[in-house]
């Protein structure tokens, strides 16, 4: 790593490796800590565990994976970096979350040295999108923040959007029973 | 050139963004940084066009041309390095043509319906140039629902 923030030079450290994955979204490469990614599976292999929800309050949110014992909003990552719209092949279902994401590709899992922080003169969403800055491969690449995918406004909106749906499934379930 | 110690109150750095020349006072330019890559991310801050990496420092580009001009300028290659705006004025960068000068002179008010970020003009000979306001230059930048920069660990 050659490249440092402003702040970790004046504070005289420059963070810990850590492991990350690199993933393609349209044209645009992004980092995620790789101990936040549960698993990583194809949108093919999931034909059974999606359904398709039908709320307009969250765009970016299209189905709903029930995946072991959670139910995860997926995130199309597309949307929420409002990137040019692609066709995702690949899931990241996130550790201890509630969310899935939908990606282009994995470019491949690596150590970065250190996240640095995000300029000061970046002021907006991206402030909750990212954690901070990775140099890799003379090319410097936003790690992603987790939970910054889906805010907690967010989430509240899509739980009322798809109460309707689950309790007329459970009067489905409770007839059939 | 680096010009990081000069802090005199009657210097200033002439630059040119676009066919426009303007002035920064010199206290604030750290040096006039060759062409270097331009690293773009999504993100919504409608002032900052990507970051470059300059002396082991990641730094913010404020694309200047499209505050000032109201589009990119062209053929700006480098970048000068100063201290822009924000908490602590963290060294930012603004892309420029390479055409950079040193000059003095006395800052005349400048008159009112002039835009914030002009903070006055220098007069050099019988040329007058607009001081820039780097601040309200950035600030005058239109809203994007911006988040408050939370400080970080």
């Not at chain 1, 929800?53 to 014992?69: C, F, M, Y």
């Not at chain 1, 409002?82 to 470019?107: E, G, Q, Y």
Request: charged share 20%; aromatic share 6%; with cysteine.
């Amino acid at each position: 790593m050659s490249a440092a923030g402003e702040r970790s030079d004046k504070a005289g450290h420059r963070g810990k490796p850590e492991a990350v994955i690199l993933f393609w979204v349209a044209n645009q490469m992004f980092a995620i800590a790789a101990e936040s990614v549960q698993e990583i599976r194809s949108t093919d292999g999931l034909a059974g565990a999606a359904n398709e929800i039908d709320q307009e309050a969250v765009p970016k949110v299209r189905h709903i994976l029930e995946w072991g014992r959670r139910t995860c909003y997926v995130v199309n990552a597309g949307v929420h970096f409002d990137l040019p719209v692609t066709r995702p092949t690949l899931v990241l279902i996130l550790r201890r979350m509630r969310i899935a994401v939908l990606v282009d590709r994995i470019d491949r899992m690596t150590e970065i040295p250190a996240v640095y922080p995000l300029p000061r003169a970046f002021v907006g969403k991206e402030r909750r999108w990212y954690r901070g800055l990775a140099y890799i491969d003379d090319s410097v690449i936003p790690v992603v923040e987790p939970s910054g995918f889906l805010s907690a406004e967010e989430f509240a909106a899509l739980e009322r959007a798809i109460k309707p749906g689950e309790s007329q499934r459970e009067m489905e379930g409770a007839a059939q029973a | 050139m680096i010009a990081g110690d000069n802090s005199s109150r009657n210097s200033f750095v002439l630059l040119r963004i676009g066919a426009h020349r303007f002035a920064l006072p010199a206290g604030l330019v750290a040096e006039l940084a060759p062409p270097v890559k331009l690293h773009a991310f999504p993100h919504t801050s409608n002032s900052v066009s990507g970051v470059i990496i300059r002396r082991r420092r990641i730094l913010p580009v404020y694309d200047a041309g499209s505050l000032l001009l109201g589009k990119q300028a062209s053929g700006q290659q480098f970048y000068l390095v100063a201290r822009c705006a924000g908490e602590g004025k963290e060294l930012s960068a603004i892309p420029v043509s390479g055409e950079c000068e040193m000059a003095t002179g006395q800052v005349q008010p400048v008159e009112s319906d002039r835009p914030a970020y002009v903070a006055g003009t220098l007069i050099i000979g019988e040329d007058s140039v607009d001081v820039l306001n780097l601040e309200a230059l950035i600030a005058s930048a239109p809203d994007t629902g911006s988040i408050h920069a939370e400080a970080q660990p």
